[in-house]
């Protein structure tokens, strides 16, 4: 174990996460989980967001309840990535999105952290009383398929979304 944690969005955070997005949408050109950023300008107009959202208040259409965390070490500011719990399964996160969705930043890839941000994700899943979980992947993302797997997920079936197959995984939590 790393001496890794997730952090709820607070403040002192704001150089961190402008730090992150940059290289996200420098290097890949996308921002991952979306929820990192969701549609904001700033940080302190972000944390009012992750906020309400993760209290089910002022959420948009098709969205549900959600936490979103950032991943750090030991007591470090650096943000390593990030992961948003969905909490309600819609017809689309059903179909498609799961109940977690999340991202590293490209400096900090293959070093084990996604495998343990979803492990840490999944204890919170658990303190808020879900029993299972659906966690999904396109079928040419081998790096989150093999996280999903290393995290007990067992497959149910892909499904064709736009131009991709998705796999959709769940993992029990009893
Ligand atoms: C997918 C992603 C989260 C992986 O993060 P990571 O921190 O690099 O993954 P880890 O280091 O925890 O890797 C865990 C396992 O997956 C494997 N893995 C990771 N990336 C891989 C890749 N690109 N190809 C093949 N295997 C990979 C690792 O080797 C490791 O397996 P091992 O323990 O058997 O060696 C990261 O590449 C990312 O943020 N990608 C863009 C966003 C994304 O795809 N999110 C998932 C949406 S479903």
Redesign the pocket.
């Known amino acids: 174990m790393q001496n890794l944690k997730l952090v709820f969005p607070c403040e002192g955070y704001d150089e961190e996460w402008m730090a992150i997005i940059q290289e996200m949408e420098t290097e890949?050109l996308?921002i991952?989980?979306y929820a990192l950023k969701h549609r904001t300008k700033d940080y302190e107009e972000y944390l009012r967001i992750v906020r309400s959202y993760a209290k089910g208040i002022s959420l948009p259409n098709g969205h549900v309840r959600a936490e979103t965390y950032f991943l750090t070490k030991d007591s470090e500011k650096r943000i390593l990535?990030a992961i948003d719990i969905r909490f309600v399964l819609n017809e689309y996160l059903y179909n498609y999105g799961?109940n977690i969705?999340?991202?590293?930043?490209?400096s900090?890839?293959?070093?084990?952290?996604?495998?343990?941000?979803l492990a840490l994700a999944l204890d919170v899943c658990r303190r808020n009383g879900l029993k299972k979980v659906l966690?999904?992947?396109?079928d040419d993302?081998?790096?989150?398929r093999?996280?999903i797997e290393?995290n007990g997920g067992v497959l149910e079936n892909i499904v064709p979304f736009e131009d991709e197959n998705v796999m959709r995984f769940w993992i029990n939590l009893m």
């Open positions: 890949t996308d991952t989980p990535g799961g969705g999340y991202g590293i930043r490209p900090e890839r293959r070093k084990g952290y996604a495998q343990e941000m966690v999904t992947c396109d993302n081998l790096g989150s093999r996280i290393k």
